[in-house]
């Protein structure tokens, strides 16, 4: 029997090496292929192993059981090597641990799966450990072994979780599990690797943190934040190609330059890109995906590493640096993370153990035919917790301020680009309803938000599910936030449209109102609308130069002053006029033109706008928080509206408030009237036609007067002089209260305007046409 164990060890057969080799009693038995003899060192003394008939096996006969001895063994070219034996450690993993994993519910999965410098015994190693429950056996290759598959067989413990100790195996050593399969061994990266080599290799590389975090008092204050009722600007950025520099002359062995540029490393770009989003006034950064992805053109969303930043800008201790430098700066960080699919690369997550372990076994569930990907079984106790350990890791481990959640549409429908009806299976109710993809998400955000408290999960859902937003208690899935695609085609496609016809199509600009509380949103002109021929936002719209940048400025005016947070992909802070290409950087030069610097100064002056005054942000999702002034002058292609504060919920007139007007054509309108709440005089405190954003100033001198004519619903106006494709922002002069008299002129005015307007219902189609 023992030579049959013997045999399968060699083989690399044998679940569990451990039950043969290592000390058994007082026999110790030890595996070293090619060795010319092998001792054993207990002490002082040295004890002769001798050889056994399975090649490269070694046996010797202690004193005394439980004799801590170390292996010396003697290669055919006479050098000596002396080892501790990884088979005479016990199991790292608990009972609980692994009950735990069982269940998907080890939060702390992370910190027990994957490969973990420590100390045994007072032996210095790394941990391994890993899940392949199909697999006949796992070995531990790696630069510390010689790659060398008979070395470093790990042992099968429950539920399929692969385990050992190898002394020795210190921090940087570059490793990979081998996976014996009944086809024949694979050689896979560790799912829970927390850094990996730069592609094209694909090897995990053993990692402690040694970063120490500066951040308490920011963590402290995140905690407390509601940012529902905050400003929340996001400025997304796709690191390799923000900004690059001259490639070395003599580039290093290990550089990972390429052509005439590189890519700013994460230390570089804690100070050039966190300097500059602060500057801008931005709130957050949201990062394209930094987990580790094999496909620079895949833009890091199909990932094989969801637990390590991307080697390609640095360590994760060069990352963490990178955060802390942003919250230094007063910047939340924001990671997209991608739960939905990741790629087949046999060197990553796809067919782990030879079986669909990671991705769901049905073809019709299990694979992304459009992406050509893998999607995860989400139904499985094991996977869930996965996804749910990587979220908590990049949250707790990196300190993250939160994940924008990618693909959730194509979780929650099992149709989702499906184009036959047996491309796809109905649930146990017949519906297309992914009920496994809904019940974690929903775990998902629980935990997340009870864990870290402060941070935001948005949803890039584009479909009308209902409930994103709303709690889970509620019956939602518990996001804090959804991206508006609806809002934003209808914003682009308004603004893109000729000036001569945007009258017919104002209700794009205004249909967004009907659903804009039905979640919590996020308004994204997002990397997405700036490729694969889509154009950039400046060239997405018509007319000249001048025409261009006017009609970029009133759109994002446009877009700060809408409710909703606000997310912005970068480049559009330029007016970069090229697509985004992620093989080079951002096109600066368009900066030598002062108008393009002038469009940089009305993002900063809108991020500061948005932080001065509470009614841009503090009702974002609270339809109290908004009211039209006037939603239908589409004949002259204007709109306008108010935000209000919190402080206008009892008494509007008297509360704080921003007027928004904006005019989308080339024209300028004089003696346009505005109805207004509050009987003061106005501050234009924003014009986007201003001379300092490039524009040819053209308004109203910073101060409009109020008159007592009623108009649009209240009982006093004002009259502007509309600058073309321009928007204003105008806030009271009159910090002070209105006076009861005013209030209750404001009062009865709006209830006889209610009044007319129900008798104006209540009359015949025929009689209603007539007046």
Not at 36 to 46: I, K, M, N, T, Y
Not at 351 to 363: N, S
Request: proline share 7%.
């Amino acid at each position: 029997m023992l030579a049959e164990d013997l045999d399968r060890i060699a083989r690399c057969l044998h679940p569990d090496p451990h039950s043969i080799l290592g000390p058994h009693e007082r026999v110790v038995r030890v595996l070293r292929p090619g060795a010319a003899s092998v001792r054993l060192l207990v002490g002082e003394r040295a004890v002769a192993a001798r050889p056994l008939r399975t090649p490269g096996m070694f046996e010797a006969t202690l004193e005394a059981a439980g004799d801590d001895y170390r292996v010396e063994t003697t290669a055919a070219d006479g050098s000596l090597s002396v080892a501790h034996d990884p088979y005479s450690f016990a199991p790292t993993l608990g009972e609980l641990d692994l009950h735990l994993f069982g269940e998907g519910k080890h939060l702390g999965l992370h910190q027990q799966l994957g490969a973990h410098p420590c100390e045994q015994r007072g032996v210095t190693g790394t941990r391994f450990a890993v899940w392949a429950p199909a697999a006949l056996s796992v070995r531990v290759i790696g630069d510390f072994n010689g790659w060398e598959p008979a070395l470093g067989a790990m042992r099968k413990l429950a539920g399929g979780v692969w385990e050992i100790f190898l002394p020795g195996v210190g921090e940087g050593a570059l490793y990979k599990f081998e996976v014996m399969t009944r086809r024949g061994p694979i050689a896979k990266s560790d799912p829970f690797g927390r850094s990996m080599e730069l592609r094209p290799g694909t090897a995990s590389r053993v990692h402690r943190s040694r970063h120490a975090f500066a951040d308490e008092a920011w963590m402290h204050e995140r905690a407390l934040k509601k940012w529902l009722k905050l400003p929340v600007s996001i400025y997304e950025v796709h690191l390799p190609s923000w900004k690059r520099k001259p490639a070395p002359e003599r580039p290093r062995a290990d550089d990972e330059s390429t052509g005439a540029e590189r890519w700013l490393t994460y230390r570089e770009l804690a100070h050039e890109l966190v300097d500059y989003v602060a500057d801008l006034g931005f709130t957050h950064i949201e990062l394209l995906p930094v987990l580790e992805h094999p496909y620079d053109g895949s833009w890091g969303y199909q990932l094989s590493g969801y637990f390590a930043p991307t080697s390609r800008l640095g360590t994760p201790d060069d990352f963490a640096y990178f955060v802390d430098r942003c919250h230094a700066r007063g910047l939340g960080v924001i990671l997209d993370w991608v739960p939905a699919h990741f790629p087949k690369d046999s060197s990553a997550l796809g067919r782990f153990d030879g079986t669909p372990l990671f991705e769901h076994w049905d073809p019709r569930r299990g694979e992304h035919r459009q992406w050509e990907t893998f999607v995860f079984d989400w139904g499985k106790p094991e996977v869930k917790n996965f996804l749910i350990a990587s979220a908590l890791y990049w949250l707790e481990e990196f300190h993250l301020d939160g994940l924008r959640v990618d693909a959730v549409a194509s979780m929650l429908y099992l149709d989702y680009a499906a184009n036959h009806p047996s491309e796809w299976e109905p649930n146990v109710h017949g519906g297309r309803e992914n009920l496994e993809a809904v019940a974690f998400l929903k775990e998902l955000n629980e935990v997340l938000h009870e864990r870290c408290p402060g941070i935001l999960v948005c949803a890039e859902e584009s479909t009308s599910w209902p409930g994103v937003t709303k709690p889970t208690y509620a019956g939602g899935l518990g996001f804090d936030l959804k991206w508006n695609m609806g809002w934003m085609h209808d914003s682009l496609d308004y603004f893109a449209c000729d000036p001569v016809f945007r009258s017919y199509q104002h209700t794009k600009l205004t249909f967004g109102m009907m659903y804009a509380y039905s979640e919590h949103y996020l308004l994204p002109f997002s990397h997405d609308e700036v490729v694969h021929l889509k154009r950039s936002l400046l060239e997405k719209v018509p007319g000249d130069a001048w025409q261009q940048r006017a009609t970029l400025r009133a759109l994002l005016s446009y877009m700060w002053a809408h409710p909703g947070k606000k997310l912005l992909f970068m480049g559009g802070e330029i007016g970069q006029r090229t697509e985004w290409n992620f093989a080079t950087e951002l096109d600066w030069g368009v900066l030598a033109d002062p108008a393009h610097r002038a469009l940089q100064s009305l993002i900063r002056r809108l991020n500061g706008l948005h932080k001065q005054y509470a009614a841009l942000a503090e009702l974002d999702h609270d339809p109290r928080g908004f009211s039209w002034i006037d939603a239908n002058d589409a004949p002259q292609s204007v709109a306008s509206f108010i935000r209000f504060a919190a402080s206008s919920l009892h008494a509007r007139p008297t509360g704080d408030f921003v007027v928004f007007v904006g005019n989308f054509t080339p024209v300028v309108r004089y003696g346009y009237r505005l109805g207004v709440p509050r009987k003061c005089d106005y501050l234009e405190v924003l014009n986007t036609d201003a001379a300092a954003y490039g524009g040819s100033n053209t308004g109203n001198m910073g101060r409009v007067r109020i008159e007592d004519v009623p108009s649009h619903g209240h009982a006093q106006s004002i009259r502007l002089t509309l600058p073309p494709l321009a928007a204003l922002y105008l806030v009271p002069a009159d910090p002070a209260p209105a006076s009861e008299q005013e209030l209750a002129q404001e009062a009865r005015f709006r209830a006889e305007r209610a009044k007319a307007r129900a008798n104006e219902e209540d009359l015949p189609p025929s009689s209603q046409g007539e007046r």
